[in-house]
């Protein structure tokens, strides 16, 4: 059987913005919650060679440093609230433990890559330009829910606003305001020494607003060298992102995202600080 054409994960109402706040929206309406459906499709089998193979457990056991081989192995048995969108080749998933309002990982379904390091697996040109359509689909996705969440204080979204809530008209769709550049506020990128063993590339709004962002490894792992943006792939074999330990990356001082504020190991003060960058950073 013929594999089913993928539905989109976002509707044109959320793309609009004209969906229901997360409070009242129902799963069907909600950007996040929309599951494709369609059925996996078999792919060939390949060997899982790696010049630095990040597992060494049987590809069966799905727990631990491996938990992410489930949604790889059959994202059709986890919910619309876990998994945003899948095909054959790459499974888009919320992040379990978000450092960011809004965390998306994007996993590759082959085998011969879903286990190398992406140092590594990023060398192959080809699968490089996949993950990199992947992820421009996946930042779009994510760019949008911001500007559902979160339009409604933006200045820069208040003619777009305005349109939604009726209180200009507009005579022709393409007429609506585009409002603010929300795929600006998306990262896009991997940890230099990975805490999973399946290849994942996060997609998060770059607001650090989660409780789950618990201490100053968890900051600097996105707010140093050790996040690796993904455009700068393939890397120099020379250049010292390779070795995030040396570099002392997640022990250094933990520097504000949006102001430059340096906060030494103070993590509570910084933590404190970021609820206030936060309801700034959405009116902007």
């Avoid at 399946?198 to 490894?217: A, C, M, Q």
Wanted: hydrophobic fraction near 35%.
């Amino acid at each position: 059987m013929a594999e089913e054409t993928p539905k989109s994960a976002i509707t044109e109402e959320q793309i609009a913005s004209t969906a229901p706040t997360a409070s009242s929206a129902s799963p069907s309406r909600n950007a996040f919650t929309a599951l494709m459906a369609h059925k996996r499709k078999a792919s060939p089998s390949s060997p899982a060679a790696s010049k630095r193979s990040l597992s060494s457990h049987a590809k069966n056991v799905f727990k631990n440093r491996d938990g992410l081989g489930a949604y790889i192995s059959d994202p059709s048995k986890h919910p619309p609230s876990r998994v945003v969108y899948y095909d054959s080749d790459f499974v888009a998933i919320h992040d379990m433990y978000p450092k960011s309002s809004v965390h998306t990982l994007l996993l590759p379904r082959d085998e011969k890559f879903a286990s190398m390091h992406p140092f590594d697996a990023f060398e192959d040109a080809e699968f490089l330009a996949q993950v990199r359509e992947q992820s421009a689909r996946l930042k779009g996705i994510v760019a949008s829910e911001l500007q559902r969440r979160y339009g409604k204080f933006s200045v820069q979204d208040k003619p777009r606003e305005a349109v939604l809530n009726g209180e200009v008209e507009i005579e022709r769709e393409e007429d609506m305001p585009a409002g603010r550049d929300w795929e600006k506020d998306v990262l896009v990128g991997i940890h230099a020494h990975p805490s999973m063993n399946h290849l994942h590339v996060h997609v998060l709004s770059k607001d650090r607003s989660s409780e789950w962002l618990k201490h100053r490894k968890h900051y600097n792992s996105f707010a140093t060298d050790f996040f690796v943006p993904l455009e700068d792939f393939p890397l120099e074999e020379d250049d010292v992102r390779r070795h995030p330990g040396k570099e002392g990356y997640l022990g250094s001082d933990m520097k504000c995202w949006r102001c430059g504020k340096n906060f030494g190991n103070k993590f509570a003060r910084l933590k404190e600080h970021l609820k206030e960058e936060f309801e700034e950073w959405k009116g902007e």
